[in-house]
């Protein structure tokens, strides 16, 4: 098997691929740095240098993996950016910031895969329970929320494409997790949580495509 990670410097991307390798998986991993390259090199990745916000170089990523036959595919590029507890207006920065490493991103990089799936591949995209609108309950962090439900909207669509191409296409939420972005006082380590999502991922089937999903494989109101 050959799993595709994006953005696996830190955080449950990191997690992902350690685990994936540990199982003796080949992974190939991004990191926008190259402290974050020599973090997944020493895990055993084939580190592959990638800044999802900046054009160019996803421009030049395509290049760098055509030829090859992923089965699975994690979009885990994402920040959380301002933590607002209300309706306050983001900068222009914050929301360029953060809509290009959650939603831009995936848009530039998920359509470079097409004819570079396995068949049955699984591609997920790590979105979080705070996109959901239909079971939204709260307004905190609403810069991310916003960018996170556009992420599910860019999954649906490429789920459409890919889905009749073979592939199982699905929005993840990993829980919330004990990392830089969800605090320490979260419930969920790292590692339960992508060994969560490494198990759902090798189950999932046709009939997911498309879906919206907690870790443990219980469905999320879009």
């Given at each position: 098997?050959t799993?595709?990670?994006?953005?696996?410097?830190?955080g449950?991307?990191?997690e992902?691929?350690?685990?994936?390798?540990?199982?003796?998986?080949?992974?190939v991993?991004?990191?926008?740095?190259?402290r974050?390259?020599?973090?997944?090199g020493?895990?055993?990745?084939?580190?592959?240098p990638?800044?999802?916000?900046e054009a160019a170089?996803?421009a030049?990523?395509?290049w760098?993996?055509?030829?090859?036959?992923?089965?699975?595919?994690?979009?885990?590029?994402?920040?959380?950016?301002?933590?607002?507890?209300?309706?306050?207006?983001?900068s222009?920065h914050?929301?360029?910031l953060?809509?290009?490493?959650?939603?831009?991103?995936?848009?530039?990089?998920?359509?470079?895969?097409?004819g570079?799936?396995?068949?049955g591949?699984?591609?997920a995209?790590l979105?979080?329970?705070m996109?959901?609108?239909?079971?939204?309950?709260?307004?905190s962090?609403?810069?991310?929320?916003?960018?996170?439900?556009?992420?599910?909207?860019?999954?649906?669509?490429?789920?459409?494409v890919l889905?009749?191409?073979?592939?199982?296409?699905v929005?993840?939420?990993?829980?919330?997790?004990?990392?830089?972005?969800?605090?320490p006082s979260?419930?969920l380590?790292?590692?339960?949580?992508?060994a969560?999502?490494r198990?759902l991922?090798?189950?999932l089937?046709?009939?997911d495509?498309?879906?919206?999903l907690?870790?443990?494989?219980?469905?999320?109101?879009?």
């Open positions: 098997m799993v595709l990670l994006i953005g696996a410097s830190r449950i991307g990191y992902l691929g350690r685990q994936y390798r540990e199982e003796g998986r080949r992974v991993a991004t990191a926008r740095d190259e974050g390259l020599a973090r997944l020493e895990l055993g990745c084939e580190a592959v990638l800044d999802v916000t170089s996803a030049g990523f395509g760098r993996i055509d030829g090859e036959r992923f089965e699975v595919v994690v979009y885990c590029a994402g920040l959380y950016g301002p933590r607002t507890a209300a309706l306050e207006p983001p222009m914050d929301f360029d953060v809509m290009h490493a959650n939603v831009l991103g995936a848009m530039r990089i998920l359509p470079v895969l097409q570079l799936l396995a068949e591949a699984k591609v995209v979105s979080s329970v996109g959901s609108i239909g079971g939204r309950t709260g307004t962090g609403w810069l991310y929320r916003a960018s996170k439900a556009a992420l599910n909207s860019v999954l649906k669509d490429v789920s459409l889905g009749p191409q073979g592939a199982v296409c929005a993840l939420h990993p829980g919330w997790v004990a990392t830089d972005m969800g605090g979260a419930p380590t790292p590692e339960r949580s992508a969560d999502l198990a991922l090798a189950r089937g046709p009939q495509n498309g879906r919206f907690n870790h443990d494989g219980s469905a999320i109101p879009w």
